[in-house]
């Protein structure tokens, strides 16, 4: 993780203002409450997406699944390559969630109605969350 000083400097060179994001990405949590039928329908998805994620956790403990499929990450992303990614069905399991949780967060927010500027910020200060947020198999 940079340093402080290296964190506040390059916002300095970039302009960039921390508050507007975190304000951008509080204005898109309020929109998308304020607008009950899309909120009702994105946690419906998000309901069946992570009940798909245990569904095939029981299925490989039980051993109904057979061989496992890749981890559906985008492009270049090794976030998962780690082998114990696949053979742990927990972790697998763990990481399918983060992978759900974290493309429900970016769809929900497109639903959100925000200005192009707005939702650019948002959608920044969302990946800096869901960076955050990600660990590694060791801790």
Do not use: C, H, I
């Not at 697998?92 to 639903?111: D, F, I, K, M, N």
């Not at 200060?125 to 869901?130: D, F, N, T, V």
């Amino acid at each position: 993780m940079p340093a402080f000083e290296d964190l506040t400097y390059g916002l300095g060179l970039t302009g960039a203002d921390p508050a507007a994001l975190t304000s951008a990405l509080a204005e898109a949590g309020l929109r998308v409450a304020a607008k009950p039928g899309v909120l009702a329908q994105s946690l419906g998805e998000l309901a069946l997406d992570e009940g798909a994620v245990a569904l095939r956790l029981a299925r490989g403990l039980l051993g109904a699944d057979g061989e496992a499929a890749a981890l559906e990450t985008g492009p270049g992303d090794r976030r998962f390559a780690d082998r114990a990614w696949s053979q742990n069905p927990f972790l697998r399991s763990a990481a399918e969630s983060y992978l759900v949780a974290s493309r429900w967060a970016e769809r929900t927010l497109g639903g959100a109605g925000l200005s192009e500027r707005k939702e650019r910020k948002a959608r920044f200060a969302l990946r800096l969350l869901l960076e955050r947020r990600r660990s590694t198999p060791a801790g």
